[in-house]
Nanobody
Framework: QLQAFGGGLVQAGGSLRLSCAASGRTFSSFAMGWFRQAPGKEREFVAAISWRGTYHADSVKGRFTMTRDNAKNTVYLQMDSLKSEDTAVYYC????????????????WGQGTQVTVSS
């Protein structure tokens, strides 16, 4: 089970840190990811982390940073220099069967947390 939290309302240029805590099993050996979905849009890849490395979408590269704390079974998404276009529901995901970039490849999903950036 994945629980995402940390969303909220922030002004453009501000920062937020999202957390995703895993329970029920240990996800330290699995890839973990963040996706987001804005109203009327497809769910899109934001970031992923695994033993291979850390990957960020071009749209957030240099502004967002994904990290993990295996001891806490938790991953984080530090979001800086937020823009209005970052407004979306953010979802964490675990264990992928293929490319990180496609939401259909991820097996477990959290419930989502709303991020709203006001301009």
């Amino acid at each position: 089970q994945l629980q995402a939290f940390g969303g909220g309302l922030v002004q453009a240029g501000g920062s937020l840190r999202l957390s995703c805590a895993a329970s029920g099993r240990t996800f330290s050996s699995f890839a973990m990811g963040w996706f987001r979905q804005a109203p009327g849009k497809e769910r899109e890849f934001v970031a992923a982390i695994s033993w291979r490395g850390t990957y960020h979408a071009d749209s957030v590269k240099g502004r967002f940073t994904m990290t993990r704390d295996n001891a806490k079974n938790t991953v984080y998404l530090q979001m800086d220099s937020l823009k209005s276009e970052d407004t979306a529901v953010y979802y964490c995901a675990a264990e992928t069967t293929g490319s990180y970039y496609y939401s259909a490849n991820w097996k477990y999903w959290g419930q989502g947390t709303q991020v709203t950036v006001s301009s």
